[in-house]
């Protein structure tokens, strides 16, 4: 069976200060990218991933972190007596091969963004805040907690990241999805209506116009996922935010069972907002965890031979979700996962031939939990259409957070020569990487470079043409008839 390093596949109520600020962020110009077409007015965007902030990195802060709001007092305080051998040990006993974003990587980045994504008019926060193994590293430093303890604690460590990022930008709202590690129960379960949902929705829903905060509290309770506004100057523009783990194919409710109640009502939500977009002449961005699709990782690592009629391995149960995306490319400007800590691009091809489809941004992670460098994405968006023109890459030059240079990893323009991220842009990337199987052409050796941050030796090289068919099929019959394609 291949490694994993082998395959690693892949104008709403706004205060006064916060309108000012994006006036302000609009005349200074675009930070990222090339320089916007006349008459385009250019919003900078901050868009991050995968913090999966670790609170257990110092175990001998964790019962003051435990009975404390005042975590950043706790947290900035010198290391405790043995801090290093004490959270080796707690990763030997929860089987983790990697370590996820300490104290120190979490202040790094919080700095490197506040100088790359200077006034920023918003950002997007894709998911996972939480560290790996949560549950395990609370319940073997409290053997005796309880399940409202658990999720007491996971809720605080959410509220922490959410107030960091607002902290370090006060003027910029901030939109975040949950992922599959946030959950007060474990990996991969959560109840609808959670208590653990309950406790973090007032932190996610802050900043927001205030009817569309109550809603946003009220729809986050229920399941996780809420509608609210881009700040000015857009206009008549949506986020949409998903919590896409009721819809994973390894969910489970808090006491193990399966239940499909959530994904049901989060599409049926899903479909009502998008069909008033389109009634009402509106854009709309999209975002969520898990990405839909093909996971070309699981399907390459676990040696599936598609063409002998084994079916690939898939991030989600099933086809609901992108099959409801794709009937929206007319509404949908962009869409924005996350989840493989991997900078990624996916289509979502439009529902029938000729009707626009659907770009998606795969955000890399700030956690090195898989070797990664350390990363974030400062985009330029245009305030008029809403469509997403160009965007930077940012990688740190290690993985501790100490002594740590962060520095421009790639520009999206100059490396594939496009001047927007659309869905007709990355249609058109895709064909080119379809007709360079060897990935030899300048755009093709980009992508290898920059798919795995901080890792130029192209590691996906050997399985390029079986990955470029995950990019533009979410079924696994259309991955697996262009798989089998190929190999004729």
């Known amino acids: 069976m291949p490694s994993r390093s082998m395959v690693r596949a892949e104008c709403r109520k706004m205060g006064l200060l916060v309108a000012v600020t994006a006036v302000c962020g609009l005349l200074a110009g675009p930070r990222a990218g090339a320089e916007p077409a006349p008459g385009r007015h250019d919003a900078r965007v901050l868009m991050v991933s995968d913090i999966h902030f670790d609170p257990f990195w110092d175990p ?4 003051d972190l435990a009975t404390n709001n005042d975590w950043g007092k706790i947290l900035a305080a010198p290391d405790s007596n043995g801090r290093a051998s004490q959270f080796a040990t707690l990763e030997r006993t929860c089987n983790l091969k990697g370590n996820d974003t300490s104290y120190p990587l979490f202040e790094s980045s919080l700095a490197a963004m506040r100088k790359e994504a200077a006034g920023a008019l918003f950002i997007t926060l ?4 939480m560290a790996h193994e949560f549950d395990c590293k609370f319940h073997t430093m409290f053997p005796h907690a309880s399940a409202d303890d658990d999720q007491s604690f996971a809720a605080k460590t959410v509220d922490y990241v959410v107030e960091r990022l607002h902290a370090a ?4 709202l901030l939109y975040a999805a949950l992922g599959n590690n946030d959950s007060g129960c474990g990996d991969y379960k959560l109840d609808t209506q959670d208590g653990f949902l309950a406790l973090v929705a007032p932190a996610i829903a802050a900043g927001f116009g205030e009817d569309e905060t109550s809603e946003a509290v009220r729809t986050l309770i229920a399941g996780g996922y809420y509608s609210a ?3 000015a100057p857009f206009g008549n523009t949506e986020m949409l935010v998903l919590d896409d783990l009721y819809m994973s194919k390894k969910y489970t409710t808090c006491a193990g069972k ?3 109640a959530g994904a049901a009502g989060q599409l049926k939500w899903l479909q009502r907002q998008l069909d008033a977009a389109r009634q009402a002449h509106a854009r709309v961005w999209v975002m969520a965890h898990i990405p839909p699709g093909v996971d070309p990782y699981g399907t390459i690592s676990k040696m599936r031979d598609v063409c002998a009629g084994q ?3 898939m991030f989600l149960s099933g086809d609901a979700l992108p099959a409801l995306l794709s009937g929206y490319g007319d509404v949908i400007q962009l869409a924005i996962f996350a989840h493989t800590h991997m900078d990624e691009l996916r289509l979502l091809p439009g529902a029938k031939e000729g009707e626009p489809g659907v770009a998606i941004k795969m955000v890399p992670s700030i956690s090195p939990v898989d070797g990664n460098d350390p990363a974030f994405t400062v985009a330029q968006v245009d305030a008029q259409t809403a469509a997403l023109a160009d965007y930077r890459v940012y990688a740190a030059s290690n993985k501790t957070g100490v002594d740590t240079v962060w520095s421009e990893e ?4 100059k490396a594939y020569g496009e001047s927007e991220f659309t869905a007709g842009t990355v249609e058109k990337l895709i064909a080119r990487f379809a007709a360079d199987p060897g990935a030899k052409t300048s755009a093709g050796e980009s992508y ?4 795995f941050v901080g890792d130029a030796s192209g590691e996906i090289k050997p399985f390029w043409p079986e990955y470029v068919c995950a990019l533009g099929n979410y079924t696994a019959a259309g991955f697996t008839a262009c798989q089998c394609a190929q190999e004729k």
């Open 448 to 451: 290898l470079e920059h798919y």
């Open 229 to 231: 506004a881009l700040p």
């Open 311 to 313: 079916k690939p391995e």
């Open 169 to 172: 930008f006060p003027h910029a």
């Open 60 to 63: 001998g802060k964790v019962a």
């Open 126 to 129: 894709s998911g996972d805040l």
């Open 410 to 413: 790639y520009d999206f323009d």
């Open 258 to 260: 399966s239940d499909d």
